[in-house]
């Protein structure tokens, strides 16, 4: 069955360091791949997203993403995090294979120290 | 432009009762879709519209679960005879056209607690 994965339920990193959040994904073609953010009471956010072509992608709050086929992963970075940074972090995938719906990781939550 | 709205933001319910949960999409939205998030997880889908129509409800964990978008705009899901497995924040979001590559827009959620 199709799959996404985010290996780290919790990542703790200080304002000003660099940031880097796993996700792996199980799917037979290309995938359509998708970084969303939820902060407290608010909606799903999307930041970022991947259909084709460049593999390194830029999105919205200076995150960027690099799909690697090879290693089945779009892995959300951020050079320099902010303290309004911190929220839950979605990767999600989407396709051919899904139809038209999204297949959602458990999510990873990001604190930062000052 | 307004966002994707639900209502209520909270719903606390007893075992057994019935609930009705609304969706009202970004205007001209031709795609409205329901997740359910439970605590710890993230969102799994439960079934989207194109249109008036359902195009896939195979999300739906029972026929407790019912979903209707009569007119192509708002949504309501209904959930009958409770119970506190349900307990969970409802997402719904709407995307331009129904195809995964469609950015999908999301409300902010209705939190339902079952007692």
């Known amino acids: 069955a199709q799959s996404v994965t985010q290996p780290d339920i919790h990542i703790t990193v200080s304002e000003g360091a660099s940031l880097e959040l796993r996700c792996n994904y199980s799917?037979?073609?290309?995938?359509?791949l998708f970084w969303y953010v939820q902060s407290p009471g608010q909606g799903l956010q999307l930041l970022l997203k991947?259909?084709?072509?460049?593999?390194l992608v830029q999105g919205i709050k200076g995150f960027e993403a690099e799909f690697k086929r090879s290693q089945s992963s779009f892995n959300l970075r951020k050079p320099s995090v902010h303290w309004s940074d911190a929220a839950e972090y979605f990767c999600a995938v989407g396709g051919m294979e899904y139809g038209n719906k999204l297949v959602f990781g458990a999510g990873t939550i990001l604190r930062v120290k000052s | 432009g307004a966002g994707v709205s639900q209502t209520p933001s909270n719903k606390v319910t007893e075992k057994g009762k019935y609930v009705e949960l609304r969706c009202d999409p970004i205007s001209g939205h031709t795609a409205l879709y329901w997740y359910r998030q439970s605590l710890g997880q993230g969102p799994e889908f439960l079934i989207y519209f194109q249109g008036t129509g359902a195009a896939d409800d195979s999300g739906l964990p029972n026929d407790r679960f019912f979903a209707v978008r009569p007119e192509g705009s708002v949504s309501t899901l209904k959930i009958q005879r409770t119970e506190r497995g349900d307990s969970a924040v409802y997402l719904c979001a709407s995307s331009l056209l129904l195809a995964s590559y469609n950015e999908q827009f999301f409300g902010p959620g209705t939190r339902l607690t079952v007692l």
């Open positions: 991947y259909f084709s072509g460049d593999t």
């Open positions: 799917y037979g073609a290309t995938p359509y």
